[in-house]
């Protein structure tokens, strides 16, 4: 299970890519970025998002938890990167997959300097539990700041898939 979370200072390809595993020849390198604007009703889009690219990718299998820190990461970003970063009315958040080798990285994009805070769950109420729900569900997350402005908040799952054949073309970067 999850670490904790960590702000990461190094790009987030130097820290967590730049494995053997990932620089094998043959590797799979894939990766999707998504533009959601800045609303509620983009958690859904989110949602369907990973559901799409983790199907073509083959690995439904990982939809669920995928989906679901995707879900909160979003929600994150909308309930606190949005309201915490520069003045941009209209500003989307960006989710990007990214697969290489046996691993996928969902990472979002928000305007905030502000890295998110892990507090003690409150049961009772109706949020508060996301980042512990991102640590559940994820191999380990963290954070980065951006230059200029903005953070990417990441997380990171083993897809057990470590058959490298799969598609190797790049979509949408």
């Known amino acids: 299970m999850g670490t904790g979370g960590s702000v990461v200072l190094e790009p987030l390809w130097q820290e967590l890519l730049a494995s053997a595993e990932f620089e094998a020849p043959g590797a799979v390198s894939i990766s999707c970025e998504f533009e959601l604007p800045p609303r509620f009703e983009a ?9 799409t690219t983790l199907r073509r990718w083959n690995l439904a299998e990982l939809f669920d938890s995928v989906a679901l820190v995707a879900s909160e ?9 949005m ?3 520069p003045s941009h009315p209209g500003a989307p958040i960006q989710l990007c997959l990214i697969r ?3 691993r996928v ?7 905030s300097d502000q890295g998110p805070v892990s507090k003690e769950p409150d049961y009772i109420s ?6 512990h729900l991102v640590d559940s569900f994820s191999d380990t997350w963290g954070w980065h700041p951006l230059a200029g402005a903005g953070k990417i908040v990441w997380a990171l799952f083993h897809s057990g898939d ?8 790049q979509v949408a970067v």
């Open 43 to 51: 958690v859904k889009d989110a949602r369907d998002f990973a559901m």
């Open 73 to 81: 990461l979003v929600t994150n970003a909308l309930r606190h990167g």
């Open 83 to 85: 309201s915490q970063g």
């Open 100 to 102: 290489k080798a046996s």
């Open 105 to 111: 990285v969902c990472a979002v994009r928000d305007p």
């Open 126 to 131: 109706e949020s508060g539990r996301g980042l």
């Open 162 to 169: 470590d058959d490298l054949s799969g598609p190797t073309t």
